[in-house]
């Protein structure tokens, strides 16, 4: 499965002020803002650990602005803003502490997320004396240093459980729209970004329509859905992605999810194995469990006799009941498990509807290939839904090493 790491930017452009005030932009090096703002948002003579953990949260917070194009997806032309009141502060020209930077050195690549989720940690924090707030506590942490916690015990203690991501790949940022507009007709990975957020936004706004395969093919069920979220965010209802409508999804899916909030729903991307797995079973939880959810979630559409369900990736009565009924309807022995003759009547009875029922294969006739690129291409994200540059085929991974903190 690929594992999707945000790329860390060479350089980040901070408007000097609150966002709407008619105030200059900078762009530095990212190394080098995160030097100013922990310069500028902490003490240097305070403990190490201290120092380590307020730096990870100042990374964090920062790349999660990028990440989730917090303000570009506003029509503003910066990253981030020099306001606390806003984000973290800045104080453009100022020097830098000596072991502060040293430090920042080896950590600026280096930032905090929550175990199974993509993004970086909004990790939010005050001085903890005159303002108090849900994230770290900047005094707080200096107490706990002082009483021996390292760095990962204090971010810990107030973030919870959370892992480092060390080294992740630097590069320019640029902007995940991807320049040429999506219609009908389109495929491939941005297809895909489309119709998890449109299904994802859809949660919170019934009237546009639930997309039953996410499956990267632009037709005319992901057309529908475009217009209707067009229409309902007053914007031009064509049914064309082009550079409005692509970041007011990315501004709506980042407002659902609170993927720019430290308590956050979390972005997980999958990539799909259609092969049977080992027996699946009540009690079992993960991956196999959520893709065979979707796959009965899809039946239950068409077949009355198995019920709905919701996909949580967590094998519970529900899920049983879906089992024993499409067991029932296929003729097979009614045990609750998912065997591998189960799971291939399911997965070819998805596959029939997915390929006739939920397509014009007239249209795409690739798509209607069980092994064809379309079918394998999944959304590796340097900002919120930023096509790398080439196509994710199953099996791709990156080396990332990653930290757990325990």
């Not at 080098?32 to 964090?60: C, F, G, H, Q």
């Not at 981030?80 to 984000?87: C, E, G, L, M, V």
């Not at 027996?279 to 239950?300: C, F, N, P, T, W």
Request: hydrophobic share 35%; with cysteine; aromatic share 12%.
């Amino acid at each position: 499965m690929p594992t999707v790491i945000p790329f860390v930017p060479q350089r980040i452009t901070v408007h000097l002020g609150p966002p709407d005030a008619s105030v200059a932009n900078v762009t530095v090096n990212f190394s080098d803002y995160v030097k100013n703002v922990a310069s500028s948002e902490i003490y240097p003579t305070w403990d190490e650990s201290a120092l380590r953990a307020n730096i990870y949260a100042i990374v964090s917070f920062a790349l999660n602005r990028v990440y989730t194009e917090f303000y570009r997806s506003r029509g503003y032309d910066f990253d981030i803003t020099s306001s606390t009141a806003y984000d973290q502060a800045f104080v453009n020209g100022r020097s830098f502490f000596d072991n502060i930077s040293r430090i920042v050195d080896q950590l600026f690549n280096d930032y905090l997320r929550r175990p199974g989720f993509v993004e970086p940690l909004a990790a939010k924090f005050c001085n903890g004396t005159t303002v108090t707030c849900e994230g770290l506590s900047q005094w707080g942490s200096q107490n706990l240093a002082q009483q021996g916690y390292d760095s990962t015990q204090i971010l810990r203690s107030y973030y919870g459980n959370v892992e480092i991501v060390n080294n992740a790949p630097i590069q320019g940022i640029t902007s995940s729209y991807p320049e040429t507009p999506l219609r009908r007709g389109s495929s491939g990975p941005n297809v895909v970004v489309v119709q998890v957020e449109l299904n994802r936004i859809a949660q919170n706004y019934p009237a546009i329509p639930k997309l039953a395969v996410v499956d990267g093919i632009y037709g005319s069920r992901t057309e529908a859905s475009v217009r209707r979220f067009q229409d309902i965010f007053s914007l031009t209802p064509d049914g064309i992605v082009g550079k409005s409508t692509w970041y007011a999804l990315v501004r709506l899916y980042t407002a659902v999810t609170s993927l720019a909030e430290l308590r956050s729903q979390g972005q997980r991307f999958y990539s799909i194995s259609w092969e049977y797995p080992q027996a699946i079973r009540q009690g079992d939880q993960g991956e196999k469990v959520r893709h065979l959810q979707y796959m009965l979630s899809v039946l239950s559409a068409y077949i009355q006799q198995i019920p709905s369900l919701n996909v949580d990736g967590i094998f519970g009565t529900n899920t049983k009941n879906a089992v024993l009924a499409a067991q029932r309807y296929f003729g097979l022995p009614e045990t609750g498990t998912v065997d591998e003759a189960t799971w291939d009547r399911i997965y070819d009875q998805f596959s029939g509807i997915e390929n006739v029922s939920l397509r014009n294969a007239e249209i795409f006739p690739e798509a209607s290939l069980t092994n064809s690129p379309a079918r394998q291409r999944h959304a590796r994200s340097t900002t919120i839904t930023q096509f790398p540059g080439r196509d994710l085929l199953l099996g791709n991974q990156d080396s990332i090493r990653q930290e757990v903190i325990r």
